[in-house]
């Protein structure tokens, strides 16, 4: 299915990467977005640390997300942060269930699912991650590995809410490794039956983004995938140059 009028994303994953002296690379995005058209949104998800300050240098058309969130709005959970708090803090996205949180902080799927409609109730829009391993790539479960981990890890959604998909292959991030062409499109193409499966008429816009590895020089030949409607970006979005030469192809 291809979707088409579906706004790209280009959001970036900034990990646990970043001090204020960090916030100068902010700035250079901010302008260079002026100086490109505005058919495609861009998005950085800093460390908390960095939600506010990054959100006051933000302007119109940088957005500003977080990467993870507690289930419950308040109470007794030292060290965590609620998507209330992310909301107030200026988040607009939070991501969940990514395979670095799922491996090092045992987050299993119902969890991720819990946060994702933790982010709901807050009024976040929430990016739900999934991936496979490469031994599960190479005993070819990649399809039903990503419908089995989504089917538990999507939240139900109400009439006013939205959410964003992230594909990443785990053996992809970080390593410079990308699946081919090919092989993203198929599993694009899965994901968006799943999501018409599960939201009817509304999966079809729902937008699905690919992590792992992307950069300016392979942006371009991933953004054109049928279904691929942006990207998670993890470190290539440090540096401001390669984020925008990555939103410049999105916006070609
Ligand atoms: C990520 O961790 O979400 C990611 C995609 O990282 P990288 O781009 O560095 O592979």
Redesign the pocket.
Known sequence: MVTGMVRTLIAG?W?MNGLKSSLSEVEKIVSALDSHPDNADCLICPPATLVVPMQDRAGARLNVGAQSCHPEAFGAFTGDLSAEQLKDAGASYV?VG???RRSEHGERSAYVQEQAHACLRAGITPIV?VGESYAQKQRGETKDTVVRILRKSLPTLGSNDTLVV?Y?PLW????GLVPSAEEIAEVHLTIRNLLVELYQDRGADLRILY????KPGNAAEILAIDNVNGG??????LKADDLMAIYAAAVA
């Open positions: 994953n990990k991501i990514h395979s670095e991650c992230a990443e992809a991030i970080g390593t992590g792992g590895s992307m998670l970006i993890g470190g290539a979005s």
